[in-house]
């Protein structure tokens, strides 16, 4: 089964910057949609960007402009670049993947979607 890690979170001052990664390992897959959720205190998950196999991307209201992400296939790496930084987006940010993995004992393909465990933003105002 295929993982997926995130890295980057941390304390940050507010106007700050941060650079999330969701490093996905495993054998024989290939990285596709990929999408930034976060889940502040008492709220529910929401989505924050997203990013087509093909580079197309989307991204809520509430940081368009500020949020970047971007993919790297060769290192199976997407990213959330996070400029001017406001306390509201202190959360804890998952990562979501698309997979298709080669199961090569019966040369098929499964398609299957994985989650990360989080990393924890918090911006201090």
């Known amino acids: 089964q295929v993982q997926v890690v995130e890295s980057g979170g941390g304390l940050v001052q507010a106007g700050g910057s941060l650079r999330l990664s969701c490093v996905a390992s495993g054998s024989f897959f290939t990285l596709k949609d990929t999408r930034w959720y976060r889940q502040a205190p008492g709220k529910q998950r929401e989505l924050v960007a997203g990013?087509?196999?093909?580079?197309?991307?989307n991204y809520a209201n509430a940081v368009k402009g500020r949020f970047a992400i971007s993919r790297d296939d060769a290192k199976k790496t997407v990213y959330l670049q996070m400029n001017s930084l406001k306390p509201e987006d202190t959360a804890v940010y998952y990562c979501?993947?698309?997979?298709?993995?080669?199961?090569?004992?019966?040369?098929?393909?499964?398609?299957?979607?994985?989650w990360g465990q989080g990393t924890q933003v918090t911006v201090s105002s």
């Open positions: 979501n993947a698309e997979i298709v993995e080669m199961v090569v004992a019966l040369s098929k393909t499964r398609e299957y979607d994985v």
């Open positions: 990013i087509t196999s093909g580079g197309s991307t």
